[in-house]
């Protein structure tokens, strides 16, 4: 969006917003609960996911 009036040297203001979903981490070691008498339980599970909100304002240094 132009914040200045047509003629003018632009001003321009940007807004972004960007969801980024990097998967499922896995890892650790196999733990035993209840002294082996049960089954293992996974060490880290863990599901990453990331927002981004970018304010910008762009002024150029040269006018075409």
Excluded: C
Aim: net charge neutral; aromatic share 10%; charged share 10%.
């Amino acid at each position: 969006m132009q914040l200045t009036p047509p003629g003018k040297p632009p001003v321009i203001l940007e807004i972004a917003y960007r969801y980024y979903d990097f998967g499922t981490a896995q890892g650790g070691t196999d733990v035993v609960a209840g002294g082996g008498a049960s089954t293992p339980v996974q060490g880290l599970t863990f599901h990453n996911t990331d927002q981004v909100l970018s304010v910008s304002l762009r002024i150029p240094l040269t006018r075409y």
